[in-house]
């Protein structure tokens, strides 16, 4: 929108509203004394944003800032940077302030080091009570394999153990796990998943994706109501001071969204929260029936559902076109055509979004070959929404031949940057370098016309937006590394990278006229950062702080 057209819709609120307007202008705030991109091209760095109750209305200059709310209170960012509100657009909240509550096993660098830990914890640890711990990654380490039972037998042999992998993929078990859960060589194993083997043909503790079912009800016992809603109120704390105003949650349980509506009515959860529902409830659709008109309740969302199609690069799971390049697997498909369609056709009908993870390029591919069966199914005058803006959830490895599909069919890829460089150190050899040409290939789709809804997959990665924006940009791990054939050409600009964050997600939960970026008239969600992140060296970025975290006008985090 061009500033005068700002300064008059700010103009008509001053002078239109009367005494209404008088009690507004004591609640506004001007946001000044910083630099503030508004990720609007026509006017994209502006010194003061005015903001009443949740919206904004005014950009532009401080001097026309003051002059618009006379009685508003200055919010001073002390030279600090603004953006658009960060959204992550594809995390597992729930799973998030899990994680703060049980043993969280992210950063461990040895397979020693992971047995260390759980010896310590199981020395706190009641009679037969159950440890589950998560986010341990193999791939760094000197022993270079995955953990087994025998690891964990001689540390534990009479609590079952389960130490589920960063990507939630796969998971290692223990004896005890394996006998209180009756799993044995025989025990029949379930479509989608693997029970791993030793040499003399017993289970040796890996369960890969679907097989991880076999132990769930000792592993995994319901926690209580008043348990979920912590997870859901710490996991939304742990992300406003990250600088996140908004997520897209992956996998809500049905139940959740109840929980989830009522911690934000309360004032709990301060968090504008996208749900997408798993899609293994067959109730799913019946909820939309009711509910599709009106997904609206304050800052909760509910409109999409969450399919799986394939497992993880790191498991093995994903599904590739040829043989893995270190295997003779080509993955395992984790939903039949057959069940899937019919969900397709009702959710187009019904103008519910589909979020599908697809990981290898069989995965995308197949994934892309239902949707445009789905599309010709049902054509756009028999849908509730002519524009779907279905998604693929990761869209990691792609055969360059499936790129510009994304863009003819209107399906957004939902990547999450930091993948990119946490697989960069395995994926040359389960992939061989000539599929690396297609794969986290951000820049290709962008210039094939796509959008890319950027995401974190928390807690299979840590959920920090510094992070995913350097990853973004640099293209390079943490310490600056890029192996041999890593695609450097494939990162993408700053502009692009603030773009995943902010309007492109915003774009992908139907949200681009409320949010995505500073404009009048648009909702306050802000994030600010002591640098500027659109200027300073590449791994400046991760060192900058989180200032100040805005959502729906309300500063709900605020560093010391
Ligand atoms: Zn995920």
């Known amino acids: 929108m061009p500033l005068f057209i700002k300064v008059l819709f700010a103009s008509l609120f001053l002078f239109s509203c009367g005494e209404a ?25 502006v010194e003061a944003v005015v903001v009443e109750g949740n919206r904004i209305v005014f950009v532009g200059a401080e001097q026309e800032a003051l002059k618009t709310a006379p009685d508003g209170a200055v919010v001073d960012l002390g030279g600090a940077y603004m953006y658009p509100g960060f959204t992550d657009a594809h995390t597992h909240l729930r799973a998030v302030g899990n994680r703060e509550q049980t043993l969280n096993l992210e950063g461990t660098s040895s397979l020693a080091e992971l047995v260390e830990k759980i010896k310590t914890r ?8 159950v440890i589950t711990g998560r986010g341990w990654i193999e791939t760094h380490w000197p022993e270079g394999r995955f953990p087994t039972a025998a690891d964990l037998d001689a540390i534990s042999p009479a609590n079952p153990v389960i130490l589920i992998r960063a990507d939630g993929h796969a998971a290692v078990v223990n004896t005890s796990m394996m ?11 379930p479509f989608g998943g693997d029970v791993v083997l030793d040499e003399a043909g017993n289970p040796n503790g890996i369960l890969i994706d679907a097989a991880m079912s076999l132990v769930a009800e000792i592993a995994f016992s319901d926690p209580s109501q008043q348990e979920i809603i912590n997870m859901y109120q710490v996991g939304g704390a742990v992300y406003n001071a990250y600088g996140w105003t908004g997520v897209h949650s992956m996998s809500v349980p049905l139940a959740d969204v109840q929980l989830i509506e009522g911690l934000a009515r309360d004032g709990h959860l301060t968090l504008r929260v996208y749900n997408s529902l798993n899609g293994g409830n067959p109730e799913v659709l019946g909820f939309f029936s009711n509910r599709i008109q009106t997904p609206q309740n304050g800052l909760i969302t509910t409109r999409a ?14 599904i590739l076109l040829e043989p893995y390049s270190d295997d003779e697997t080509t993955g395992l498909q ?16 019904a103008g519910i979004q589909i979020n599908t993870h697809a990981i290898g390029d069989g995965g995308n591919r197949l994934l892309l070959d239902w949707y445009e069966e789905a599309f010709a199914a049902v054509p756009a005058d028999q849908r509730a929404i002519a524009e779907p803006r279905w998604r693929d959830e990761h869209a990691q490895i792609l055969n360059l031949a499936d790129i510009p599909r994304f863009a003819e069919l209107g399906v957004i890829p939902s990547m999450q940057p930091s ?7 395995f994926a040359p050899e389960r992939l061989g370098l000539e599929r690396l040409s297609g794969a986290y290939a951000w820049r290709l789709l962008i210039d094939a016309g796509a959008i890319i809804a950027g995401g974190t997959d928390a807690p299979v990665e840590r959920g920090d937006p510094r992070v995913e924006f350097y990853a973004a940009v640099a293209r390079k791990d943490l310490s600056g590394f890029s192996g041999q054939g890593w695609h450097p050409e494939l990162a993408v600009s700053r502009e692009e990278a603030l773009k995943m964050f902010t309007i492109w997600p915003a774009y992908a939960a139907f949200m681009e006229d409320d949010l995505g970026t500073i404009e009048a008239g648009k909702l306050a969600d802000f994030t600010v950062f002591s640098g500027d992140i659109m200027t300073i060296p590449e791994a400046e970025i991760l060192e900058v702080e989180v200032v100040m975290t805005v959502v ?6 605020r560093r010391d």
Do not use: W
């Open 21 to 45: 307007t008088d009690e507004a202008k004591t609640r506004a705030k001007i946001f000044l004394n910083g630099t503030i991109y508004t990720g609007d091209d026509a006017n994209p760095v």
């Open 122 to 129: 199981i020395e706190s640890a009641s009679p037969g009570e």
């Open 179 to 189: 006998n209180a859960a009756g799993l044995t060589a025989t025990t029949e194993v």
């Open 305 to 318: 559902i969450k399919l799986y199609i394939d497992g993880s690069l790191g498991s093995r799971g994903a």
């Open 334 to 349: 984790q939903m039949k055509k057959e069940l899937v369609m019919p969900i397709l056709i009702e959710a187009l009908k």
């Open 419 to 425: 993948h990119a460089i946490g697989d960069l150190h």
């Open 552 to 557: 729906d006008g309300k500063i709900i985090y």
